[in-house]
């Protein structure tokens, strides 16, 4: 007989009832943790009999952008809930005692829909059964203890990562969270490439806030084009300024290389010193992160110090991305 599953819209009623009387040991899991949250949670666990354990990631980007309140798990701590922490954590789980939920929620007022501003995530309450099953794997993750000493080393990690500039992002921070998860998540897929594309002149984060396009060089032999770039649907490219080395914007690409296209031809044709045939591969665009007003992340920030070589695109590895990501995406403390 198959159980039915209970969905969960608003995870924060579910939460805070059953951790305000657990008939059992307590297992939290997620990589975003906010102030307000951590410290219902710790206030929950004051005093109580039960074993509480939170599980989340130890990142300065995350501290730096805001998404993980490091005084947050300082009170915890204080309220002796032992965390821990996990490489690569991206599971929301919440086990309170005989009840548990798995979700896309985080620990944040955003995710688990406390906030003005809540995201859309869904859950599903577990029944017994997958409750000691999901135990049982959480137990069985490589994991360390986190201790305050560790808290304030990850705090000293964070102040030396490079400072957002004001309004880095017009949207409020509960929203850009989310927009960052989803571009970290696509970042991960086997079938996504992870570029760098260097384009002529100064930053222009307008033309990106749209549908835009970058061009390829490529060259004719006799009656055929040649180099046609590797650029396909849905690669992930950050887009570098010459003229600056401004790593400014994230984008993603919407075709695959197009030969000529007419609208890009004649737009070239009003411009002086384009030349769409020293450039006639073109790929279109959507923006991913288009901050407000740019931020002073170079080239080399982007690739660990590396110079800006000639050529119009490098690959990126994983690592890099989602740093640069995560430094882009910073967003200014409330």
């Not at 770039?229 to 075709?255: M, N, Q, R, W």
């Not at 030969?259 to 591969?281: F, M, N, Q």
């Not at 007003?293 to 490098?314: A, H, N, V």
Request: aromatic letters at 8%; one cysteine or more.
């Amino acid at each position: 007989m198959t159980s039915q599953l209970r969905l969960i819209d608003t995870a924060s009623d579910w939460l805070y009832s059953v951790l305000s009387n657990p008939d059992g040991d307590v297992v939290l899991t997620s990589p975003y943790l906010s102030h307000a949250v951590c410290r219902s949670i710790a206030g929950a666990a004051i005093g109580s009999s039960r074993s509480w354990t939170l599980y989340t990631t130890l990142d300065p980007y995350a501290v730096a952008s805001t998404f993980l309140s490091v005084p947050g798990m300082a009170l915890m701590l204080d309220a002796g809930v032992k965390v821990r922490h996990v490489d690569r954590l991206h599971a929301k789980c919440f086990i309170v005692g005989s009840r548990g939920m798995l979700g896309s929620a985080n620990l944040t007022g955003a995710g688990l829909g406390s906030s003005v501003n809540a995201n859309r995530e869904l859950g599903v309450e577990l029944d017994p059964d997958q409750i000691e099953k999901t135990r049982t794997m959480i137990n069985a993750w490589p994991s360390r203890s986190v201790s305050r000493s560790d808290l304030d080393d990850l705090a000293e990690q964070a102040k030396r990562l490079p400072k957002p500039a004001p309004g880095v992002r017009d949207q409020d921070e509960d929203s850009a969270l989310l927009d960052i998860e989803r571009l970290l998540a696509d970042a991960r897929e086997p079938e996504r490439s992870l570029w760098v594309k260097v384009e002529d002149g100064a930053p222009v984060l307008d033309h990106w806030r749209q549908e835009w396009r970058f061009a390829n060089p490529g060259s004719k032999r006799g009656d055929k084009w040649i180099g046609e770039p590797s650029i396909k649907t849905g690669d992930l490219v950050f887009i570098c300024a010459t003229g600056t080395k401004d790593c400014y914007v994230v984008v993603e690409v919407t075709t695959d290389p197009e030969l000529l296209p007419e609208d890009y031809v004649e737009w070239a044709a009003y411009r002086e010193g384009e030349d769409p045939e020293r450039w006639p591969w073109v790929n279109r665009t959507r923006p991913r992160l288009v901050p407000s007003s740019l931020i002073d992340f170079k080239y080399e920030d982007l690739r660990g110090g590396k110079k800006l070589p000639r050529g119009s695109r490098f690959r990126l590895s994983p690592e890099e991305f989602v740093a640069g990501v995560r430094v882009l995406a910073q967003l200014p403390t409330e």
